[in-house]
């Protein structure tokens, strides 16, 4: 079993930074991919960036430029850093782990969400 835990949300004004990071625990050598999604008040979950085990990376079109995943595998931990906010990021964002289900006995493992507010 997979844990997650966020931290480093908060309010910020547009224009500034934050840096979200997720530790994970438990069974960690069955994480694969891990990644970010964010979720607005009535809108779909979308995917905002991935890193895989291998080191490539992927971002929502939204946040390319803006944002940079990063994850120390040794530490079993994933960062977001997020420049020049806007309002539109407004979200609660959510870690998230692809397992290895065969070795972990699920696919994939969420956190508990860290809100991101971004003022005008």
């Known amino acids: 079993q997979v844990r997650l835990v966020e931290s480093g949300g908060g309010l910020v004004q547009a224009g500034g930074s934050l840096r979200l990071s997720c530790a994970a625990s438990?069974?960690?050598?069955?994480?694969?991919?891990m990644g970010w999604h964010r979720q607005a008040p009535g809108k779909e979950r979308e995917l905002v960036a991935v890193?895989?085990?291998?080191?490539?990376?992927r971002y929502a079109n939204s946040v390319k430029g803006r944002f940079t995943i990063s994850r120390h595998n040794a530490k079993n931990m994933t960062w977001l850093q997020m420049n020049s906010l806007k309002p539109d990021d407004t979200a609660v964002y959510y870690c998230n782990v692809r397992l290895v289900q065969a070795m972990c006995g699920s696919s994939e493992s969420w956190g508990q969400g860290t809100q991101v507010t971004v003022s005008s």
């Open positions: 438990g069974d960690i050598l069955c994480i694969s991919d």
């Open positions: 890193a895989t085990l291998g080191g490539t990376t």
